[in-house]
């Protein structure tokens, strides 16, 4: 239903203004009595071959929700009812920011892709920590960034104002320097900044009475030289895993007339070269950490594809809006079909 009749119609409209009114529409209805548990009937898949533990988490499927979706955790509870085993809230940011004047957000539907240059909007951390309190026991990852106006040489103190203002709220955090939507972000991605922003991280976990993982979200631009980089700094800096990959600055194959949007571009277009980094550093690592594989997976295939290649989680995002919800069930129930193959 939601591919031949919801999208289409879904799709008449701008994108950013559809967002909002998807969202407005699904808090409407899970206040209405038995919908959430109709929703979770319809698309929870519930077996002890799906459950992942990891970083000290116990996942009940490893199927989630990229960053993104839910900046500001507005949904995160109803959204799990989809059927996500865990749902990454963020970017956050210190402060409240507009982001990138709109229009900032592309549906190219003729490549099931989508370019965005949204720029961090979210209306800060401590917003969002508010929202975090009614967390009806859903696992959450909280994904960090850097106000705009910050310079990369005071950047250090963002992540830290928005790791110790979540800790208590969420179950792991994603440090996020790899969107090309903030000016400068991604040259945090080399090495002795990043290894020093980590480091730093590193320390404040450390102050805790129970650290939590800390993850790091790498852009699927990055050579072969700077893949080997990441893998030196997670054994050097002992963080708990990396999530591959962001969005892209590429634009190469793509058909749709507003190819040429600035902005990272996600969605099928990715889909091989998400898979390339995640086999490159499971191989190069002898997987030596835990990868969460998301990039234009929009088929259980694609998601069996990056776990072949090395992903012990998966996450969506433009496979979740071009494909609805049905997507993660599939995912689910073609990972026990296999699990009962062996």
């Known amino acids: 239903m939601y591919k031949a009749i919801i999208r289409p119609i ?13 969202f407005s529409l699904v808090r409407l209805l899970h206040k209405i009595p038995g919908v959430s548990s109709i929703i979770r009937n319809m698309y929870n898949v519930e077996d002890k071959v799906l459950e992942r533990h990891l970083f000290g988490l116990h996942f009940k499927n490893p199927v989630g929700l990229a960053a993104g979706f839910d900046k500001d955790a507005k949904l995160y509870n109803e959204l799990s009812n989809f059927g996500f085993g865990f749902i990454e809230i963020g970017t956050l940011t210190p402060k409240p920011q507009d982001g990138n004047p709109k229009q900032r957000l592309f549906r190219l539907k003729a490549d099931q892709a989508i370019i965005n240059r949204m720029g961090f909007n979210n209306g800060g951390v401590e917003a969002a920590v508010t929202r975090l309190k009614q967390n009806k026991g859903v696992l959450v990852g909280g994904n960090i960034g850097k106000n705009k106006v910050t ?15 979540l800790f208590d709220y969420v179950d792991y955090f994603v440090v996020n320097v790899s969107s090309p939507n903030t000016p400068n972000l991604r040259a945090l991605q080399d090495k002795e900044p990043l290894t020093k922003l980590l480091q730093t991280l590193k320390a404040e976990n450390a102050k ?7 993850l790091l979200k790498i852009a699927p631009d990055l050579t072969n030289e700077q893949l080997l980089d990441i893998i030196a700094i997670v054994s050097e800096t002992k963080i708990d895993g990396v999530i591959s990959t962001n969005t892209t600055i590429s634009r190469e194959g793509l058909s749709s007339k507003n190819k040429a949007e600035v902005g990272g571009l996600s969605g099928k277009p990715l889909t091989k070269r998400s898979t390339e980094v995640i086999r490159f550093l499971s191989e190069n690592s002898n997987k030596a950490f835990p990868i969460i594989g998301v990039g234009g997976i929009h088929s259980a295939e694609d998601a ?6 090395g992903a012990d989680l998966v996450q969506l995002y433009t496979g979740f809006i071009y494909e ?6 599939n995912i689910n129930k073609a990972l026990i079909k296999k699990a009962n193959l062996k």
Do not use: M, W
């Open 151 to 165: 310079p990369n040489e005071d950047a250090v103190a963002d992540y830290k104002i928005c790791f110790n203002a």
């Open 304 to 309: 069996l594809e990056k776990i072949e290649a």
């Open 324 to 329: 609805g919800p049905q997507l993660i069930k």
């Open 208 to 214: 805790k009475s129970k650290p939590k993982p800390i």
């Open 10 to 22: 879904f799709f008449l409209f701008d994108p950013e203004t559809i967002h909002h009114f998807t």
